[in-house]
Structure formats: structure tokens, C-alpha cells
């Protein structure tokens, strides 16, 4: 009886722990969208420059049909927020991470804080997420021969405002 007792509260502590590490884990790493991103940087251009990118639009060009389609969902997206909203297109946080943990000033400024809770500094892996070989689409698939991430990320993500800054200072 009692060893019978002990084995299920061990259980229950056990799924319980799992539960809340599982939460934790969530909280951590929640979409935010890019609207909420971008009204902290819209006056560097960031914003704006991204979204005349072919990735804001990626999902808007898509036909009705592809829309319904759940294989194109992992590259024609971004996920979905805490509220279950599709966020659509190649927003900020398919390249930067989940933003619920890092998206306050205070975490922001400080580079190595917002990497702790999130932040991910892109690299060519990043862009491999889509574009490769399994690319559900012509378009897409027609990007990954060729692709040159020096090239590529200039035209693909948004303006680099320290990059232009450095290249004002040595003028
Ligand atoms: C409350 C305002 C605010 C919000 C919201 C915000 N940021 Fe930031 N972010 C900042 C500030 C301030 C910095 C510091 C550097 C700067 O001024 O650009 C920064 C820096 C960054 C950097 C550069 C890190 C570095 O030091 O090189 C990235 C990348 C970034 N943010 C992405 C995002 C993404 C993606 C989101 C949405 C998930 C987001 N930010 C939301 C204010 C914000
Ligand atoms: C297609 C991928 C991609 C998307 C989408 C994207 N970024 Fe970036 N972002 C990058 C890359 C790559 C860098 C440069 C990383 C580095 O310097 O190591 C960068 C750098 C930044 C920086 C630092 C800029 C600087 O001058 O150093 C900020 C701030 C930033 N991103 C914010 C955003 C915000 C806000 C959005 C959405 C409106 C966004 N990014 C969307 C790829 C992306
Ligand atoms: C979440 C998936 C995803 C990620 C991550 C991603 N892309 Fe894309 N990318 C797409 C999709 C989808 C398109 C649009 C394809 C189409 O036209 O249907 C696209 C289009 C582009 C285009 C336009 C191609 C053209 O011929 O006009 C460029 C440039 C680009 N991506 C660069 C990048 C770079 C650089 C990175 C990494 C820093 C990156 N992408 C990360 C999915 C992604």
C-alpha cells in the first residue's frame, strides 16, 4: 500500500515538473510579431527596409490553394503567436528567435542579455532553414542554387544601420 503510494506521488511529481519546465520553456520563446518590433525600430529604417523585402510579402503572393497547403506553412511563416495568430511571411523572429523574453528595452540594449533570452544574430545556417534542397516552392528552390549569403542578405533581411555608420566613419 504504501510503497504503492510513494510510486504514484513520484509520478505526480515527475508529469508535474515536465508540465511546468514545458511552460517555462514556452514563456521563453513566444512570437511576438513584427509590428511590435518594429515600432522600437522604425527610425533606424530597419522596419521599412524589410518590409519591401520579398519575405514580408512571401505568403501574400502565395495562390489560395498553396495558402491551405501545411507543408509550405514551415517556410512561408513565421509561426504562431501566444494568441495562436498565423503570423505570415518571413517576419523578424524567423531570423532573430522568439521575442517575448528579449523585447523589452531594458533586455534589448544590452546585446549579450537579449542572446541569453532569445536573440539569435543570423547567420547563413539561418537562411538554410528554407532555403534548401526541401523548398516546398519553384521560387524557393530556385534560391538555393548559388546562394550567396553575402549577396543574399542584403536584398533578403533589412538595412544594416552600424554597418552604414561604419562605412560613414571611414569617409
Ligand atoms: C521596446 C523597444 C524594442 C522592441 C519592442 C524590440 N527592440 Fe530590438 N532593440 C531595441 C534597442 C533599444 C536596441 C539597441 C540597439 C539599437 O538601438 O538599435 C535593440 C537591438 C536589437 C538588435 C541588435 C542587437 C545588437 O546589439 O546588435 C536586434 C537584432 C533586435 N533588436 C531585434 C529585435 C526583434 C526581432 C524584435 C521583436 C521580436 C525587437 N528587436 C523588439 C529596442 C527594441
Ligand atoms: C531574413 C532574415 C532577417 C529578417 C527577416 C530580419 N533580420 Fe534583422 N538581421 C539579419 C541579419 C543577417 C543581421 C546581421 C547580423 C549580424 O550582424 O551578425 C540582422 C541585424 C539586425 C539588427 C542590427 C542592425 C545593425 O545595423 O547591426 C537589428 C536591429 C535587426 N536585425 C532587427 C530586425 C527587425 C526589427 C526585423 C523585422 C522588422 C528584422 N531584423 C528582420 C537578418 C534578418
Ligand atoms: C522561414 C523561412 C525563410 C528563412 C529563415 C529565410 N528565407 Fe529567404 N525566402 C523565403 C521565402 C519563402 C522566400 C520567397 C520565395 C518566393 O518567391 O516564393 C524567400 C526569398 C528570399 C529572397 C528573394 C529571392 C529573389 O529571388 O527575389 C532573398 C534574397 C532571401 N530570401 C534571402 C534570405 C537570407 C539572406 C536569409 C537568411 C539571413 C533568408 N532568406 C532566410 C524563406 C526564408
Known amino acids: 500500500m504504501r510503497v504503492r503510494f ?3 506521488a513520484v509520478c505526480f511529481v515527475m508529469v508535474a515538473s515536465l508540465v511546468s519546465l514545458a511552460g517555462a520553456e514556452e514563456a ?3 512570437f511576438i510579431g513584427s509590428k511590435k518590433c518594429s515600432m522600437c525600430h522604425k ?3 530597419i522596419a521599412e527596409s524589410w518590409k519591401a523585402t520579398a519575405h514580408a510579402t512571401a505568403w501574400d503572393k502565395l495562390t489560395a490553394e498553396q495558402q491551405k497547403d501545411e507543408a509550405l506553412k514551415p517556410f512561408y511563416t ?3 503567436d501566444a494568441k495562436g495568430n498565423l503570423l505570415t511571411g518571413i517576419q523578424c523572429e524567423a531570423c532573430h528567435g ?3 523574453a528579449y523585447k523589452s528595452k531594458k533586455v534589448m540594449v544590452d546585446k549579450e542579455a537579449a542572446i541569453a533570452k532569445g536573440l539569435l544574430m543570423p547567420d547563413a ?3 538554410a532553414k528554407c532555403h534548401n534542397e526541401k523548398a516546398p516552392t519553384d521560387a524557393l528552390k530556385a534560391t538555393v542554387k548559388d ?3 553575402e549577396k543574399m542578405v542584403v536584398k533578403g533581411s533589412h538595412m544594416m544601420p552600424s554597418k552604414t555608420k561604419e562605412v560613414e566613419k571611414k569617409k
Do not use: D, P, Q, R
Open 147 to 149: 546562394f550567396n549569403f
Open 78 to 80: 513565421t509561426g504562431t
Open 6 to 8: 510513494l510510486a504514484i
Open 43 to 45: 527610425k533606424s529604417g
Open 98 to 100: 522568439a521575442g517575448s
Open 125 to 127: 545556417k539561418t537562411c
Open 28 to 30: 521563453k520563446h513566444e
